[in-house]
T-cell receptor, first 113, second 114 residues
């Protein structure tokens, strides 16, 4: 099955700095890579996703990059704000069952003033 | 459009009791799934369904049953609750993939087994 590793497990940045979270996956056939944000006590919510036919996707202050050769993808948050503080999860699908996502173990991001 | 609705939000069970966690979606999503979330372990798949009448096991299915009699509903049954099942449970749904789709999650059920 798919194995998704996520690093770091915790990340503390100062407001205004950038944050980068990286995930690696094992299944070379995976073709869809979403990122979820989970605030304390809330449900995970999809914030951005990328498909394997593109290398980068941006949405305002967040971006995701994909390196299919190395089998890793990263979440980039620029100009971080206190409301970015949350746990972020990456995910990747099992081969042949693209709806069945395997999640990373999460990164707790703390943005300090 | 309510999205994915989970009930109850909180539940305390005694060891050995059974209960059903409810999940309903109104987006006509074919795919529905149940995850449990434990500290430091991310989201682990319990059971999933790709359509009415079709269910399959995920990563951690032991102690849980599911059924999918309609497109909208996907209840999760705990057969005989154990303290190891103390967790936060999330139901999620999506369209079946044409390249993959993001999930919509319910608000979660926090279950404590004593």
């Amino acid at each position: 099955g798919e194995n998704v590793e996520q690093h770091p497990s915790t990340l503390s940045v100062q407001e205004g700095d950038s944050a980068v979270i990286k995930c690696t996956y094992s299944d070379s056939a995976s073709n869809y890579f979403p990122w979820y944000k989970q605030e304390l006590g809330k449900r995970p919510q999809l914030i951005i996703d990328i498909r394997s036919n593109v290398g980068e996707k941006k949405d305002q202050r967040i971006a995701v990059t994909l390196n299919k050769t190395a089998k890793h993808f990263s979440l980039h948050i620029t100009e971080t704000q206190p409301e970015d503080s949350a746990v972020y999860f990456c995910a990747a699908p099992l081969t042949g069952t693209a709806s069945k996502l395997t999640f990373g173990t999460g990164t707790r991001l703390q943005v300090t003033l | 459009n309510a999205g994915v609705t989970q009930t109850p939000k909180f539940q305390v069970l005694k060891t050995g009791q059974s209960m059903t966690l409810q999940c309903a979606q109104d987006m006509n999503h074919e795919y529905m799934s149940w995850y449990r979330q434990d500290p430091g372990m991310g989201l682990r798949l319990i059971h999933y369904s790709v359509g009415a009448g079709i269910t399959d096991q995920g990563e951690v299915p032991n102690g849980y049953n599911v059924s999918r009699s309609t497109t909208e509903d996907f209840p999760l049954r705990l057969l005989s609750a154990a303290p190891s099942q103390t967790s936060v449970y999330f139901c999620a749904s999506s369209y079946l993939p044409r390249g993959g789709h993001g999930y919509t999650f319910g608000s979660g059920t926090r279950l404590t087994v004593v």
